[in-house]
């Protein structure tokens, strides 16, 4: 199957020692089996180092008591990388911030805005809607519904600057019946502060959600380079209809989550916190876009 990704992709690079939010921090890192079976034919050394540091089933790296990879050297670096090389990755450190979807038109590969640099570059990118060939991958198609042309609908609408913004939102919505303001912000915020977070402060940052935020133009760019991936993530690999309206609707909250929250600091932090909090939690993921199925 042809590999596909978004334009963008091709600019990021992990910055390693330069994150200020790095993923080898606060993270519970798994193992896999192909990592496990290398590090279990190491001898002596730092080969013995890895092997002690690997606890649990499934199997992960423990965090030291300040929540670090044991693998994170004082500089943000990573050891294993440093001496042993990038092939002896286990699969989550070399594939974050990535992700994969199957669609109609072969796999696609996207980037997590968990990322900070990941999220630099996909609300800085206008070209979030121009798909290119990066390679092949094993796969099958297992549905005859077209998510991908339906997102391109969306994307059509979306990135019409020559309508306000707030109306390509009332656009979308409108063509697909759904929409954030299928809860009334109090019923949305009662959801929210039961969701469950990594940060306990995010509770309270959430708890600031309302569908009619009416954020400044100056961040309206950014909120539909956000919106854009939200839906390139989740409803992209849809197998009907009713599944694509449950994550369009999903991820217009996201959206509008996003702008509620947009003023209490920059938007690139935000968004980070968002994904991280949301996204990387199937169990609130869960929860939301259970509130868009009819």
Do not use: Q
């Not at 699969?91 to 980037?111: A, K």
């Not at 306990?200 to 009416?214: A, G, I, V």
């Not at 935000?270 to 609130?284: M, Q, T, V």
């Amino acid at each position: 199957m042809t590999l596909r990704a978004p334009k963008y992709y091709l600019d990021f690079a992990c910055i390693a020692d330069r994150c200020k939010h790095s993923c080898c921090i606060g993270w519970e890192i798994d193992v896999d089996d192909a990592a496990r079976r290398k590090y279990s034919a190491l001898r002596g050394g730092y080969g013995e180092e890895i092997k002690k540091s690997i606890c649990g089933n499934p199997p992960h790296f423990a965090l030291r008591e300040d929540d670090r990879c044991p693998h994170l050297d004082e500089h943000g670096l990573c050891r294993i990388i440093r001496e042993l090389g990038e092939d002896y990755l286990c699969d989550i450190c070399r594939e974050h911030p990535r992700f994969y979807n199957s669609t109609t038109r072969g796999r696609e590969v996207g980037l997590g805005i968990s990322c900070e640099e990941a999220c630099r570059i996909l609300l800085s990118s206008d070209d979030y809607a121009e798909m290119i060939e990066i390679g092949e991958e094993d796969g099958e198609i297992f549905t005859d519904f077209d998510a991908v042309t339906e997102r391109e609908k969306v994307y059509e609408i979306l990135s019409d600057r020559n309508i306000p913004y707030a109306e390509r939102l009332r656009a979308i919505a409108e063509k697909y019946g759904t929409a954030p303001e299928k809860l009334s912000d109090e019923e949305w915020k009662e959801l929210i502060s039961d969701l469950e977070y990594l940060d306990e402060s995010h509770r309270e940052l959430f708890s600031c959600y309302s569908s009619k935020t009416e954020p400044s133009p100056e961040i309206e760019p950014e909120l539909e380079r956000a919106l854009a991936y939200f839906i390139y993530r989740h409803a992209s690999p849809a197998e009907n209809a009713e599944e694509f309206r449950a994550a369009l609707g999903f991820s217009l909250f996201c959206e509008r989550l996003l702008a509620s929250i947009a003023t209490k600091s920059t938007i690139l932090d935000r968004a980070r916190i968002l994904s991280e909090e949301i996204e990387y939690s199937e169990d609130n993921t869960d929860a939301i876009k259970t509130e868009f199925w009819f």
